[in-house]
């Protein structure tokens, strides 16, 4: 399939849970597709950037280590994408890195996710804590930032003080994640 092909597919991907499956699995089955994938969500102008941000959030959720191969080519340019439809699931990928990356057991992503793939992951994580974004992709950057912390000395002090800083501004859901997170980060 080519990207071109790829492209009119997913003009059919929409919100439903089935739709995202269904091209997930197309993706998953057929793993070629998968820097094409990445290819249409970083044309981020476009309507379908966030209709591949979808499948690709499906494809990571199902299987992630079918994204090693492409770390470079989606931590490279996932800072390019400003769409709040296409932000989310980048942000949720992000955190499904930094949650294989701290697993206690034993997974492909520790050793492929590089000190380079880290550091990208990190920026993009504190753009989305401190842009105008809505409360998912900052609920999940807290906790890809919290891990990241872990091995990161700096992040969890810069953390504390963008949580503190936005308690009172910001939603319920973003507080009571942040209320979770600065408890972590005070133990």
């Known amino acids: 399939m080519t990207t071109e092909t790829l492209y009119k597919e997913l003009n059919y991907v929409n919100h439903s849970r089935e739709k995202r499956m269904y091209y997930a699995q197309m993706v998953i089955n057929n793993s070629s597709l998968i820097p094409k994938l990445i290819e249409i969500l970083m044309q981020v102008d476009d309507k379908v950037s966030p209709r591949a941000a979808w499948v690709l959030e499906f494809v990571c959720k199902d299987n992630l280590n079918v994204i090693i191969p492409y770390l470079d080519l989606f931590t490279t340019n996932m800072h390019r994408v400003k769409k709040e439809q296409a932000v989310r699931p980048v942000a949720k990928i992000c955190e499904y890195l930094a949650n294989a990356y701290f697993s206690k057991t034993e997974n492909k992503i520790k050793d492929a996710l590089t000190q380079t793939h880290k550091e990208r992951i990190v920026e993009v ?45 910001e939603s319920a859901a973003f507080k009571a994640r942040a209320r979770h997170i600065l408890k972590k980060i005070k133990a």
Do not use: C, Q
């Open 125 to 169: 994580a504190f753009e989305y804590m401190i842009g105008d974004y809505k409360v998912a992709p900052k609920a999940y950057s807290m906790t890809t930032l919290y891990l990241f912390g872990i091995e990161f000395n700096w992040i969890h002090p810069e953390l504390a003080i963008i949580l503190e800083r936005d308690f009172y501004k």
